[in-house]
């Protein structure tokens, strides 16, 4: 395959930049389920997608075939995200479509899942996700939003990074 480098924008506000990646999910995850396939989205802790979870949650209703539509996480919060107040993170975003009706919990990769153990859950996580891609055929997510430090380091990394040597879709990053 031909590489084909990704459309990209420059935006000069973060109002700007809250526009171009709602619209761009919305617009990636219309072309893909049009044909009835499934789109798996992982969602990013953070400040830095909040305006676009807002975005999407105001133009949800341009959404063709949210049913079709599946979440969950790729990074656990960090203890400097813990605790945020009037932030739209992840966890306020999928509250926001459960409470509003426009997903149900099925739509969710991993929520039954035991949380109290970040070992276990991160081997259920994989498990899941694991059977999840297989069954439909995927080898990972279709969107993912990620969150960055002022550094711009990034929240989410891709499977077998070698950053953390591992061949897991999910893994466990210290926070110290």
Avoid: W
């Amino acid at each position: 395959m031909k590489y084909r480098a990704p459309k990209t924008h420059y935006c000069k506000t973060r109002a700007e930049f809250d526009i171009a990646v709602g619209s761009d999910f919305i617009e990636h995850a219309n072309r893909v389920t049009k044909a009835g396939d499934q789109f798996l989205v992982g969602l990013s802790h953070g400040q830095s997608p909040s305006g676009a979870y807002e975005y999407i949650l105001e133009h949800y209703s341009e959404l063709k075939h949210p049913a079709l539509i599946h979440y969950t996480f790729v990074n656990s919060k960090l203890k400097r995200q813990r605790g945020l107040v009037d932030v739209r993170d992840a966890i306020s975003f999928v509250k926001e479509l459960l409470q509003s009706k426009r997903i149900s919990k099925d739509q969710i990769i991993g929520r039954s899942l035991e949380r109290d153990n970040i070992e276990k859950y991160k081997d259920g996580l994989n498990r899941s996700l694991s059977a999840y891609l297989k069954k439909l055929n995927k080898t990972g997510l279709d969107y993912v939003f990620l969150a960055s430090n002022p550094g711009g380091q990034g929240a989410g990394i891709s499977r077998n990074s070698i950053a953390f040597d591992s061949d897991d879709l999910v893994g466990v990053v210290k926070d110290n």
